[in-house]
């Protein structure tokens, strides 16, 4: 059975819904979990697309026998493939923080 992760998408908006009524020790940790929640299915539907498309397997080896960072392989696809996934991957570049080299989960705790 494959997982649904648009499902994990809801999830992440469910989580973005209730961080902006939550008291404030928990509102920060909400919106971090709605983050990584959205980050993931994201990430998983990129990945299951790829597997669909033969562009990757399921262990990744380089070709000195290292194992391949599967998220940075994923990311890198989108930004070096075809047309299409070249532009996917360019929103994707863009909201990469240029000091920290992270990507950056904005939003507003109101304080």
Do not use: C
Not at 58 to 71: K, Q
Not at 82 to 95: A, C, D, P, Q
């Amino acid at each position: 059975m494959s997982f649904d992760w648009s499902q994990y998408f809801d999830v992440s908006r469910e989580l973005a819904e209730q961080a902006k009524n939550a008291p404030t020790p928990i509102q920060e940790a909400r919106f971090r979990a709605s983050i990584s929640r959205a980050y993931y299915a994201v990430f998983g539907q990129a990945r299951d697309y790829l597997r669909r498309h033969d562009h990757i397997r399921e262990v990744l080896i380089g070709s000195n026998g290292e194992r391949i960072n599967i998220h940075q392989f994923v990311r890198e696809q989108f930004i070096n493939g075809r047309t299409t996934l070249k532009r996917i991957g360019g929103y994707h570049e863009r909201s990469r923080h240029p000091s920290t080299n992270r990507y950056s989960g904005r939003y507003d705790t109101g304080g």
